[in-house]
T-cell receptor
Framework: SQKIEQNSEALNIQEGKTATLTCNYTNYSPAYLQWYRQDPGRGPVFLLLIRENEKEKRKERLKVTFDTTLKQSLFHITASQPADSATYLC???????????FGPGTRLSVLP | DVKVTQSSRYLVKRTGEKVFLECVQDMDHENMFWYRQDPGLGLRLIYFSYDVKMKEKGDIPEGYSVSREKKERFSLILESASTNQTSMYLCASMGAVGTEAFFGQGTRLTVV
């Protein structure tokens, strides 16, 4: 069956450290993968998109990698700040390309 | 500023009622989606639409229907609300497949 997993439900790190979140998928062949941030009581907000032919994408303190052999994406936040505390969701297109599905999310807490 | 607007932020309905959740986007996007989000289960796709009058079932369509009579509006209908449909409902729109999705603020529906 198709499945998207994110490494842990919750992750606590110290301010200033790099947070690394993992997204693994099974029985999908995505053309792209996206990462979103969601704050409590709000809809997700888009952060980054990476395509299957791209290894890495960066935006300010954010970095995403995409390994189609391992079927995995890593999401890094460098020099993390308490304001980065949120739930982070990965999403990918299904095998038909018109739809996209989300992982369960990882709740990140950056401690001062 | 792009916008996806959901008709209600909070809604309380009685079991058996017919419930309409409305979503409007102002970006001329072809693709629109309805998700529900529950603790521990993440975002689950109910229905999506890739064009006016077109609809496709997502992962959990049972108990729901949708309507897309105009490009900018995608409605989710609970034919006969039940307590297990108490949830946060999120609408999203997307232009071309593979571009970012924009979410509404969510509707927290409680069925009593």
């Amino acid at each position: 069956s198709q499945k998207i997993e994110q490494n842990s439900e919750a992750l606590n790190i110290q301010e200033g450290k790099t947070a690394t979140l993992t997204c693994n998928y099974t029985n999908y062949s995505p053309a792209y993968l996206q990462w979103y941030r969601q704050d409590p009581g709000r809809g997700p907000v888009f952060l980054l998109l990476i395509r299957e032919n791209e290894k890495e994408k960066r935006k300010e303190r954010l970095k995403v990698t995409f390994d189609t052999t391992l079927k995995q994406s890593l999401f890094h936040i460098t020099a993390s700040q308490p304001a980065d505390s949120a739930t982070y969701l990965c999403a990918l297109d299904d095998n038909y390309g018109q739809n996209f599905v989300f992982g369960p999310g990882t709740r990140l807490s950056v401690l001062p | 500023d792009v916008k996806v607007t959901q008709s209600s932020r909070y809604l309380v309905k009685r079991t058996g009622e017919k419930v309409f959740l409305e979503c409007v986007q102002d970006m001329d996007h072809e693709n629109m989606f309805w998700y529900r989000q529950d603790p521990g289960l993440g975002l689950r796709l109910i229905y999506f639409s890739y064009d006016v009058k077109m609809k496709e079932k997502g992962d959990i369509p049972e108990g729901y229907s949708v309507s897309r009579e105009k490009k900018e509006r995608f409605s989710l209908i609970l034919e006969s609300a039940s307590t297990n449909q108490t949830s946060m409902y999120l609408c999203a729109s997307m232009g071309a497949v593979g571009t970012e999705a924009f979410f509404g603020q969510g509707t927290r529906l409680t069925v009593v």
